[in-house]
């Protein structure tokens, strides 16, 4: 394939006419799916085409019990495993690798990439996690920012404007909010 054309382009349709050429078979094929043949020629049709492709992301993860509020405005980018009975809001990224157990609870305009969230914590809305763990009945949020190496054992609160990074917050420990705790282990129970 060469780009030997007036817009310097490489276009796929030019595989026919080399196949035929070299004595390929060439057949026609019908597809159900209007987009996986819909071309791409400016940003507005690649952003309907990536919508269309986060529906049916969205339509996979409700086939299987997710409760999405509006699969218009929900984005997979990576894969996720989800739990029985998890509710997730509008405007939620998800990115990477993304572990949702039993019972979770993701409120509006989040982001979490790469992260393992335990059952029955709720994720509360404007809160960003990457690269943390949340054992079980964890509630993180409105606003938290929670970076990679963060860890929270079971039933840890994080609260408005908190940031953890690389920190492991013991079993029952609440920091409630407006904090920052870096490179940090705090046991059970602390009040932060």
């Known amino acids: 394939i060469d780009c030997d054309n007036a817009q310097k382009e490489y276009l796929l349709t030019d595989i026919v006419s080399i196949a035929a050429s070299a004595g390929c078979k060439v057949a026609a094929y019908k597809t159900s799916e209007v987009i996986e043949v819909t071309g791409i020629n400016n940003f507005e049709q690649l952003a309907n085409l990536e919508r269309e492709h986060q529906r049916k992301n969205a339509a996979k993860l409700m086939e299987k019990g997710v409760h999405i509020i509006d699969p218009s405005r929900f984005d997979l980018r990576g894969e996720v495993v989800a739990g029985k009975d998890v509710r997730i809001d509008i405007n939620v990224i998800l990115e990477g690798k993304v572990e949702l157990g ?29 690269g943390a763990v949340l054992e079980a009945d964890c509630s993180v949020g409105p606003f938290a920012r929670l970076r990679p190496g963060t860890h929270l054992k079971k039933d840890v609160a994080v609260g408005n404007f908190v940031e953890i990074k690389k920190s492991t917050l013991g079993e029952g420990t609440k920091a409630s909010h407006l904090s920052y705790l870096g490179d940090a282990t705090i046991g059970p129970s602390v009040n932060i």
């Open 102 to 130: 039993d019972g979770v609870t993701i409120g509006p305009n989040c982001t979490i990439k790469d992260c393992s969230i335990g059952s029955n914590t709720i994720i509360k809305a404007n809160s960003v996690l990457e």
